[in-house]
Each structure stands twice: as C-alpha cells, then as structure tokens.
C-alpha cells in the first residue's frame, strides 16, 4: 500500500458544500482535501475514493486521489481551517481525510468551471462526458455533474491523473490495456479554444470531480431520476444520436466492473470513513454490481424525459 501522503500547508478554503481546504503535502503534489467532519455526511469521503477510482478504470479523466494525514498542530494554527455551521464554526478533525489532486500549481494553472460553447466543442476529450453519464447514471449521483477545464501543464508542473494510465495514446476513448506511456491526443479545436506550445496545438482537458454524491451521498440507495446525470450544457452530446455513442462505455463497464474488482477498489477505503460498518459497504457493492444491467434503461429514460439533452438523438423509444 502507497505511503500516505501528509499535509504541510494550508493553502486556501474552496467553494462547495463540503467546507474543502486546498492544501500543499509532503509530496509536492496540491489537494483538494474534504475531512471527516465536513457538514455533508462522514460517507461523501468514501463516495469519493470509491467512485473516482472505478471511473478512472473506465478511462475517464479524473484527478489522482489519495488519503491525506491531516495532523492537530497544522489545524490548530490555521484560523481558516473550520467548518462553518448554521450557528458558529468548529475545527476540521485531524487524521485521514480524502484528499484529489489538483491538476497542477495552483499559482501557475488556470482552472475554469465553465467554458463558452465554442471552446467547449474543442475539449480534447469530450468523449469523456458520455462515459461520465454512463458512470453517474450506474452511481445513481444525486449531485449535477461537475466538470473543470484546463490546458495540459507543459513544464511539468503537476501529476498526470490516476485515469491517464487507462486511456489509449492519441485517443479520448478508454483503452482495453492500460498504456504505458501518456501521449496527448491531436487537437481540432477551432480557434480560441487552445494555445500553440512548440508548433502544437494544446486543447483543453476536461476533468471529472465531485463524486461524494454518488450513491445518494450518505444515504447508499439508489433513487433513480431520469435526468439525473445529465450535464447542464448539452452541447457536449453533440455526437450522440442513438444508443451506440454509449455502447463503448457500457462495454467496458460490463468487462471492468466485476464484483471483485468493486470489492478491490472498496478495500483502498479507510474503514473510518463508513464508521466500520463493512457490511453496509458490502452490500452497497453488490447492489452497484447488480444495477449494471439497467443502464440501458435508465439512459433511454434520460432520452425519453422531453428536455432532450441529446439535441441529435432523433429516434423515439417508447
């Protein structure tokens, strides 16, 4: 088991509703990191251990996540280190809490939450956004989906993202063997949407986050919605026009996502971010294992709501 990584610096508070610290760790490496105490639920840090590690073994593009040692003395001389309550604050507990890459320096890269539709068109793999509703729709994530967006560090200025080992060099498709080498794919952004590096051009990446509400956060049911899922702007479905856009998804999800590796993936969990409680997670696994047979189903009711987030998907189903 890699060595936990330790906080050093408290960096800055982040937006969001689980109270996150932007912190500097003994690796070098910046995270975001949500603890224990945060004012969504002790299981939003399990969701997102879980939940961002088996959407990296689909090949989505997802930051690297870690659990972070968080001691009582960095706490203790951090005024900002505090949980906001209804009616006064509290300190952030110290010891493990969950911890997500940023995806580079924080004074060096721009990060946005949103990009005009021109420039989103140009997001090298926005193929991605299809694999994500499949994964959100099989997680039943009871959040809307969030998505960040940056230009690929140059310098080296960062950590490649734990998904990057599973993608397929030149392409934004999930691969069947994870590469051994990460190669970016080719752009065909139109103009605006990326920079020139040494003769090349550098589109944007979009990146995966938030997934401490898959599995209805702390609830661990499945209340299905038809446009839960759905990402706000539907211009990134614009290739889809029938079930095949999602069928390369749904396939490696069927071929991936055994109930062994699930319990594999379960086992990176603390177990004091479910209170001990095995047999819940146990149970939430084979649940999530059985749910996979349904996603077919639950995309076509996404179709079939009458918001058409699919703009080019044509075809009725009854």
């Not at 906080?7 to 932007?22: D, I, T």
């Not at 690297?64 to 009616?87: D, F, H, N, P």
């Not at 967006?149 to 950590?159: C, I, K, L, N, S």
């Amino acid at each position: 088991m890699a060595r936990m990584k330790l906080a050093m610096e408290h960096v800055r508070r982040m937006r969001g509703g689980a109270q996150a610290q932007l912190m500097r760790c003994d690796d070098g490496g910046y995270y975001i990191v949500k603890f224990q105490n945060n004012p969504q639920h002790l299981r939003i840090l399990a969701n997102e251990m879980l939940a961002t590690r088996l959407a990296a073994r689909m090949g989505i593009r997802v930051p690297q996540v870690e659990v972070i040692e968080v001691r009582q003395e960095l706490i203790a001389y951090t005024s900002e280190m505090v949980i906001q309550l209804g009616i006064g604050r509290k300190p952030c507990v110290p010891g493990k809490q969950f911890g997500s890459q940023f995806p580079g320096h924080p004074s060096r890269l721009t990060v946005h939450d949103f990009l005009p539709d021109e420039q989103l068109a140009g997001v090298g793999n926005l193929q991605d956004f299809l694999g994500i509703f499949v994964f959100d729709k099989w997680t039943c994530n009871t959040n809307g989906r969030q998505a960040i967006f940056f230009r690929e560090p140059q310098d080296g200025a960062g950590a490649p993202s734990y998904a990057s080992r599973n993608r397929v060099p030149g392409s934004d498709r999930p691969s069947a063997e994870p590469p051994t080498a990460i190669v970016p794919g080719p752009s065909a952004t139109p103009a605006g949407a990326s920079r020139e590096v040494a003769g090349e051009f550098v589109p944007y990446v979009a990146m995966m986050i938030d997934h401490g509400f898959c599995f209805n956060a702390g609830e661990w049911d499945f209340p299905d919605a038809p446009l839960r899922g759905i990402y706000p702007r539907h211009r990134v479905y614009q290739s889809v026009t029938g079930m095949a856009a999602f069928q390369p998804w749904l396939d490696r999800l069927e071929k991936k996502m055994t109930e062994a590796v699930l319990g594999e993936e379960a086992g990176h969990i603390p177990p004091e971010w479910y209170g001990d409680d095995w047999n819940a997670l146990e149970l939430l696994i084979e649940r999530l294992h059985a749910r996979q047979k349904r996603l077919p189903e639950l995309i076509l009711s996404a179709r079939n709501s009458g918001r058409e987030p699919f703009p080019n998907w044509k075809v009725q189903y009854a």
